[in-house]
Every structure is written in structure tokens, then in C-alpha cells.
């Protein structure tokens, strides 16, 4: 079945740029049926949604983050990425990448979660 | 934006009760309306989508409801295993946003 990973540092210090790669196995990040999404959970806190992309480039962003927010894809390796830049302690969180419908507007599957901690 | 609340905050219940958690949204979003369980240390589950279509594989006790602003998220018969905290999570002009969540323990 179709599973996601997270991979990336867990630990980026305050002002640089943080990197996460999610990768696709048993499907293909190429489905045009479906949109790849990152979500982020601060330690203790609440789900936020970041940002999506489609297999064709288009994205879109949570404005309260757009400004910082880079989402990527690479079919030929079935991954996507986020860059996040000018991180600070409140970019500390666990970040799921996790798949996506527009319609009906949900996630049906999540990677395990990876966390990343701000910190000098 | 479009803001989600949910109540309670937390919620102490036993097995074998119906529980009910509502979610609201600071504007209409149709049926636009998803529902996540998640425990500690593990990913968010979905557990209903458009408001009141059951996920494949979760179980029937689940069931969703609502349109436009206010939605519920509704437990027939409390289970160990439904010992978590829930989310709703609106859908919008190409916008998602989560509640605050509901944690759902035993009393």
C-alpha cells in the first residue's frame, strides 16, 4: 500500500533555512488525483497546514506562512520537499507530509511525522 | 481566514457512553468537513470527510453530521481504543485549517 516518509535534520539552528523531504513508496507522487501537503503539530499543540503541491508544480500556501514557505517536486524520484526559511523557536514542531483531496478537502494518509527542533 | 473552534476542550467519559464533540466554523464551508482521531506519538487518523462519509475501514459507532457553520462529531458506544484526541479540519477556496481539538478521556 501506499506509504509516506519523512526524512530531514532534527535539529536547525534559529535564522537558517529548514529542509524535509517526504517520499512516496508504493504509489506515485505523479497521481493526478491527489495533492501532496505538509502539516506541522508544535510539541503539545494543535495541527497547522502549510502548504500543498501538485504533480505538476502548482502550489499553495498558508498565508501566515507563504512569505517563508517553499514546497517542491521531484517525479523522478517520487518525493516532495519543503524548505521553510528564517526559522525561529516557533517553527519547532513535528512535520507531517501527508496526502491530499481538494475535493472532498481532506488528508486520507500521513507519514509517521518527523521533529524538528529550533534551537542554537 | 476561516477560524474552526471546538467544544468541549476536553471531554472525561466512560466505555460504553455517546459522546458528541461540535466544531464550528467562523464562516460557511458547505459540507466541507473532515474529521481526524489521533493518539500521542502517531499521525492523525481520518475518520470522516464531507461532513458524514465514514473513512473506509473505521468503524460504524463513528458518525458525522452537519452543514455550513456547525458540525458534530458523534461516539455511539465509547471504545478503549477511542481514547484520543479529535480534530475537525475545514476546506476552503484552496485553504485548509484544523480546530483546536477535542481530548476525549476516561473518567
Known amino acids: 500500500q501506499v506509504q509516506l516518509q519523512e526524512s530531514g535534520p532534527g535539529l536547525v539552528k534559529p535564522s537558517e533555512t529548514l529542509s524535509l523531504t517526504c517520499t512516496v513508496s508504493g504509489g506515485s507522487v505523479s497521481s493526478g488525483s491527489y495533492y501532496w501537503s505538509w502539516i506541522r503539530q508544535p510539541p503539545g499543540k494543535g495541527l497547522e497546514w502549510i502548504g500543498y503541491i501538485y504533480y505538476s508544480g502548482s502550489t499553495n500556501y498558508n498565508p501566515s506562512l507563504k512569505s517563508r514557505v517553499t514546497i517542491s517536486v521531484d517525479t523522478s524520484k517520487n518525493q516532495f520537499s519543503l524548505k521553510l526559511s528564517s526559522v525561529t523557536a516557533a517553527d519547532t514542531a513535528v512535520y507531517y507530509c501527508?496526502?491530499?483531496?481538494?475535493?472532498?478537502?481532506?488528508?486520507?494518509?500521513w507519514g509517521r511525522g518527523t521533529l524538528v527542533t529550533v534551537s542554537s | 481566514d476561516i477560524q474552526m473552534t471546538q467544544s468541549p476542550s476536553t471531554l472525561s467519559a466512560s466505555v460504553g457512553d455517546r459522546v458528541t464533540i461540535t466544531c464550528r466554523a467562523s464562516?460557511?464551508?458547505?459540507?466541507?468537513l473532515a474529521w481526524y482521531q489521533q493518539k500521542p506519538g502517531k499521525a492523525p487518523k481520518l475518520l470522516i470527510y464531507?461532513?458524514?462519509s465514514l473513512e473506509s475501514g473505521v468503524p460504524s459507532r463513528f458518525s458525522g453530521s452537519g452543514s455550513g457553520t456547525e458540525f458534530t462529531l458523534t461516539i455511539s458506544s465509547l471504545q478503549p481504543d477511542d481514547f484520543a484526541t479529535y480534530y475537525c479540519q475545514q476546506y476552503n477556496s484552496y485553504s485548509f485549517t484544523f480546530g483546536p481539538g477535542t481530548k476525549v478521556d476516561i473518567k
Open positions: 501527508a496526502r491530499g483531496h481538494l475535493a472532498p478537502g481532506c488528508f486520507d494518509l
Open positions: 464531507k461532513a458524514s
Open positions: 464562516q460557511s464551508i458547505s459540507s466541507w
